[in-house]
């Protein structure tokens, strides 16, 4: 049995253009120590996983499915027990770090919060424990630092703050939500490096969401693509990369600039993101792509295994062999 | 770099903020915040220069000093021959008729009152009120289409569209006068990936179409070398390293630059886990009490004593490249 | 959302304000008390025609008598004789048009002192602001009742006195709006293009100041009316034989335990204009917000 196990996960938002469907049909399995990427563009509903998965949903959300935590089903646990579970065996760190800690709270109360409410600790124990967490995402003087406010931290500080609270009671399940997207590119280098050593030495999962597959190449084991709130297609790291077989994601790595790249246009996917209350029939991304065909419109492509490589989902009516990488196509 | 006459040029440029000091007195002396501190670099005709930096290194300050959003405190500012430093308001005035400017959230650069027709048509009304409404709507129209929007949306409004098409709508502003220096702040930073190249490959085509010199400041390394000819790298408001594109990604001579590219991440795993990081230590030094010598001393892995010493000038290398670093 | 009409094969654009009154019509609330307030604007100024006494004439037939249908005195007589309906609605003229004048001047005044605060920034903002803060330190009722004293109880001496205390909340929200639209990105772009200063604060601060006017217009009027209400209250409002609701609700408060229809048609007539107004702010509110695009 894996570490967590999520299967036909749908969130659904009751708004005032109706019953708005964010996240549709997701389903897969981490097992311990590895990690996961979740890839998609704004809308594609990436957040709303987690967040259904964390139980911190909207109220105007509901979600189905199940998502088993060693047999646990979070989405069905009463609050107190999502509670015990939350911050202690499954964690979370989110995008920016400024809004996520109590700016009225000293580091050292919102750390030892923590520790006091999961493990018991006394106020003592847990503030040995923070200074040895603070050292672990190597914040310098970790033990003054503890008394300050967040915002005396810098960005970068913060985010490594927010990583030691959520390592400080050794999770199973490390949530990240873009975490490094607001931080600039050497401090995100750091911030990654940090999580990839910590990782080695806690063995834990983690789940990352991002819009930088850069991000995810570095870091994530198996890679999850999304699209208008259904997965486009599920692989390990090196399909996904180096052979994509979904348009979406061949249309994602061609509009990337790449360093070592020097064609001058770039594989420009045409059209927008999808208004999440009015998607297309069929597959959701039929209308940007460049495989279309009638089929498309009308019947919505189930995620299947590729019968020569059954680690690799996808969900397209075309097979793998007839998405090609296209040469970028000229100007808008 | 080239022998042809440069469209703008900037000497030495500074841009400097007085911020409240720390002490509570009123009669203690206000503070320095030197956002832009020494910079110099020309801007050829039909070219682009990148000008990559990460948050507080000044470069959205010089995007607005160069169009004088921002006084400057020094330095000069030459527009084709002119000095703009100290020119009056109709000067500044004849000067933005050819150099416009693309920002970075699309949507809040665009009044939410104003029909897109109106929006595109404000440049126009501006510096060329005489033209007549009917040749106003002739180019507005043909503007729309060149930037890859339909007419018929000529009369929505800005909350209507979406953040890709918002941004087309701002590169149609800036380019309905057919400027000849565009001044892009960070104008992709804020879209989707997907949206992302499209807005690029459109200002590639409009550049080559309109013979436009483009000054594009952005974060994103992939981005601004994948547009640019030559780039500048900035840190804390002063120039580390400006050479071609091929001299700055094959081989990067200053500290920083190379730590900037090898932080990047690279949509390659095999390559990411065999990448050697340079990873930078410490934090940004606040601008107002900057390090002495050289600016990036504190956190550069080749620093020596002398460094905190002298601060380094821009040398140009052999190659072409100029660099501030006297370790090289 | 249905697409967009078409015409002329453009596409007709959906402006905010047209969001705006969308949404402002989903508000029932907001939409029962506009037109209650319309009816009792109406009924005030046609009513009194179309009654069968005059607000000053004493029926020595009936003192003091309670609402009937038979002397079709509907809402009953004063101490005085004069019917209680044709009173209230000549009440609810004066006290309309006191409020809807004194908020005309005091959003004009606040409109005026608050955007040239904030668009000329530094020590004249400082200074302009400070006397704001000096007359919200002010208790108003002492020099209400000190400059009716001195200058007399004229009808344009009231609504001036009204005036005088009902701006700062405009000059305030004026401020903060011009302060916070002059940093708006598109401001900047206006100036980045070479649009002059004065063209800037016509096409681009003015037309989005005036989502906020309106909210706060609507604010400011049951304030005024209030005021009014409590200066005629204490003696201090529109002169005898011209009456307001406040006139009516003094009168009515002296007589109260006996003939208590003096007091509580007057005040209930009240206290539904001011929830009106309240409710139609809040729709206004909520419909002009701008996190509702």
């Known amino acids: 049995m894996a570490l967590l196990e999520v299967r036909n996960l749908n969130v659904q938002f009751k708004t005032l253009d109706g019953v708005v469907t964010a996240v549709n049909g997701l389903s897969f399995d981490l097992e311990r120590g590895q990690t996961l990427g979740i890839v998609g563009e704004s809308g594609s509903g990436k957040s709303q996983t987690v967040l259904a998965m964390m139980g911190l949903l909207a109220s105007n959300g509901s979600a189905t499915g199940q998502a088993l935590l060693e047999g646990q089903d979070l989405l069905r646990l009463p609050p107190k027990a999502l509670n015990s579970i939350r911050g202690n065996r499954v964690a979370m760190i989110f995008q920016d770090p400024m809004t996520s800690l109590n700016p009225y709270l000293t580091v050292e109360r919102q750390m030892t919060e923590v520790l006091e409410l999961h493990k018991g600790m006394t106020r003592r124990q847990a503030r040995v424990r923070a200074v040895q967490a603070l050292d672990a995402v190597k914040i310098p003087d ?64 983690i789940v990352m969401i991002t819009h930088d597959l850069g991000v995810v190449a570095g870091l994530c084991d198996q890679v999850m693509v999304l699209y208008g709130g259904r997965v486009m297609e599920q692989a390990s790291a090196e399909s996904i990369f180096y052979q994509p077989t979904h348009p979406y994601t061949v249309g994602l790595l061609g509009a990337l600039p790449r360093i070592g790249n020097d064609n001058p246009s770039l594989l420009a996917i045409p059209g927008a993101p999808p208004d999440m209350a009015r998607l297309p029939s069929g597959c959701p991304f039929n209308e940007r792509c460049q495989w279309r065909e009638p089929q498309c419109v009308s019947q919505r492509p189930a995620l299947t295994a590729l019968p020569e490589k059954p680690d690799v989902w996808r969900a397209c009516h075309k097979s793998a062999a007839q998405i090609q990488p296209l040469k970028p196509s000229p100007a808008p | 770099m080239t022998d042809r006459t440069p469209l703008l040029s900037v000497r030495d440029l500074q841009v400097h903020f007085k911020v409240a000091s720390d002490s509570p007195w009123p009669w203690a002396k206000p503070q320095l915040l030197k956002a832009v501190d020494g910079l110099s670099f020309d801007v050829f005709p039909g070219e682009t220069l990148g000008i990559v930096g990460e948050s507080g290194c000044g470069k959205s300050t010089l995007a607005r000093a160069m169009l004088n959003l921002i006084p400057v405190t020094a330095g000069s500012i030459i527009w084709q021959g002119q000095e703009m430093r100290g020119a009056g308001a109709p000067e500044w005035h004849a000067l933005r008729k050819s150099v416009q400017m693309i920002f970075q959230d699309p949507l809040a650069c665009l009044d939410p009152r104003m029909t897109v027709g109106q929006i595109i048509a404000q440049p126009l009304h501006t510096h060329l009120p005489q033209l007549p409404a009917q040749e106003v709507m002739q180019r507005v129209r043909a503007m729309m289409q060149k930037v890859g929007l339909t007419t018929q949306q000529i009369n929505r409004y800005p909350h209507e569209f979406s953040g890709g098409q918002c941004q087309r709508i701002g590169i149609a502003r800036a380019l309905v006068l057919e400027p000849k220096l565009v001044i892009c702040d960070e104008p992709v930073s804020a879209l989707d990936v997907s949206i992302q190249a499209q807005i690029i490959n459109l200002l590639m085509a409009l550049q080559a179409q309109m013979g436009l010199a483009l000054v594009f400041i952005a974060h994103d390394l992939a981005v601004v070398r ?46 990411e886990r065999h990448k050697k990081l340079q990873l930078l230590q410490g934090e940004l030094p606040s601008p107002i009490h900057p390090p002495s010598g050289c600016i990036f001393r504190t956190r550069c892995p080749q620093a020596i004593a002398a460094c905190a010493e002298q601060k380094p000038e821009i040398r140009s290398l052999s190659s072409g490249a100029q660099v501030a670093c006297d370790l090289i | 959302m249905l697409t967009p009409p078409e015409i002329d094969g453009l596409v007709q654009g959906r402006s905010l304000w047209s969001d705006a009154r969308v949404r402002f019509a989903r508000n029932k609330a907001a939409l029962v008390s506009l037109l209650l307030l319309a009816l009792i604007g109406l009924t005030c100024v046609i009513g009194p025609w179309l009654l069968p006494y005059a607000f000053d004439s004493a029926d020595w037939n009936a003192m003091s008598t309670p609402p009937s249908w038979q002397n079709a005195h509907f809402w009953g007589t004063d101490d005085a004789g004069r019917d209680l309906l044709v009173r209230c609605l000549i009440g609810g003229r004066v006290s309309l048009t006191v409020g809807l004048l004194a908020t005309l001047s005091s959003v004009t005044l606040g409109i005026v002192w608050g955007a040239t605060a904030g668009f000329m920034g ?172």
């Open chain 1, 142 to 205: 970790a033990a003054r630092r503890l008394a300050m406010y967040p915002h005396e931290f810098s960005g970068g500080m913060r985010q490594r703050v927010m990583i030691a609270m959520a390592l400080l009671c050794e999770p199973d399940v490390l949530i990240a939500d873009e975490p490094t997207t607001a931080l600039d590119v050497t401090v995100q280098a750091q911030i990654l490096a940090l999580l990839r050593e910590l990782q080695r030495e806690h063995g834990t999962a």
């Open chain 2, 226 to 271: 994948h547009i640019s000819q030559r780039v500048m790298v900035m840190y804390l408001g002063r120039a580390m390293e400006l050479a071609s594109k091929q001299a700055l990604y094959l081989a990067p001579q200053h500290p920083y630059t190379q730590a900037l590219l090898s932080a990047i991440p690279s949509p390659d795993p095999r390559r």
């Open chain 3, 122 to 293: 530094g020590k004249i903002d400082a200074f302009m602001m400070r006397v704001v803060d000096m007359m919200y330190a002010i208790p108003y009722l002492l020099i209400a009742i000190l400059l009716i004293t001195i200058l007399g109880r004229e009808f344009y001496l009231v609504v001036f006195t009204i005036t005088v205390f009902s701006w700062m909340d405009m000059a305030r929200v004026v401020r903060g709006q011009t302060l916070s639209l002059r940093s708006m990105e598109y401001v900047e772009a206006a100036r980045a293009m070479g649009v002059s200063n004065t063209r800037i604060i016509f096409r681009h601060i003015v037309p989005n100041l005036l989502g906020v006017v309106v909210i706060y217009t609507t604010v400011t009027v049951p304030g005024v009316i209030l005021t009014e209400s409590v200066l005629s209250f204490l003696g201090l409002g529109i002169q005898e034989p011209m009456t307001s609701w406040g006139v009516l609700i003094h009168d009515g408060a002296n007589a109260m335990e006996v003939t208590p229809w003096i007091l509580l048609f007057p005040a209930g007539l009240l206290c539904i204009t001011l929830y009106c107004f309240n409710f139609i702010g809040d729709g206004l509110r909520d419909a002009l917000d701008p996190k509702e695009r």
